[in-house]
C-alpha cells in the first residue's frame, strides 16, 4: 500500500506540466446504503493541484449493520445481534488510474468506529471502538454533463478491538480480524483552482 502511495505524485506531477497550470478540486460524497440502513454519511475530498490522479480526504458515517454483516463471521451467526455502527470517522487516500472521479482506482482507508450492540436474547447494551485498516478498488463514472460521479467499491481490510467492551451478558460478539465491506458513492466535485 506505502507503495502505491509513493508512486502516485511522479507521473502525475509529469502530466499536470504537459496540461497546463495545476488545479485543486474538492469534491463531496454520500453513501446511499447509510441511509437506507437508517444511518448517514458525509465525506470530504481533494484533488491536490500536483497530483491529477490522486484524491485524498476524510468521511464520517453511521448505520444500522444489516444481519448479512453480521453474520459474516460465523460466531455471530444467528445469535440475534442488532449492532450499530453509531459513528465512523476515516481518512482516505485513492489513486484513480484514468482521472479522479473517472475510471478504476484502488484506495486505502484507516478509520475508528464506535458500535453499539444488543441482542434479542439479553437487556442492555454494549459500546465499543474498533481500528480499521482497509484497502479497496472500484470504478467511477460520469453519466451526467454535470460533474455529478457514482462510485463503487468494495474492499478488504483488518479490524480490531481497541477500546469497550463486546460481550453483552454471557455473549461474545466476534469482532475481526478480517472484514469486507462493499458499496457506492454518490458525489459532487468542485469547480477546481490553481
Known sequence: MLLLLL??????????????SPTTSWSI??????????????????????????LVGAGVYAMDLPSMMVDLKADNRDQGWDVRLDLGAGIFAEHHFREVN?????????????YQLGNDALPGAAEHTDLLVMGYGGYSIRPFSVPVYLKAWAGLGYTTLIAGDDQLGDLQYTVGPVTAFATFHI??????RP
Open 7 to 20: 508512486a502516485i505524485p511522479g507521473p502525475s506531477r509529469a502530466q499536470d506540466r504537459m496540461e497546463g
Open 102 to 114: 473517472r475510471g478504476f482506482l484502488l484506495g486505502a482507508q484507516v478509520g475508528v468506529q464506535r
Open 187 to 192: 458525489g459532487y466535485t468542485l469547480e477546481g
Open 29 to 54: 460524497e454520500v453513501d446511499p446504503a447509510t441511509f437506507a440502513f437508517d444511518g448517514w454519511s458525509a465525506h470530504l475530498r481533494m484533488k491536490p493541484a500536483s497530483c491529477d490522479r490522486l
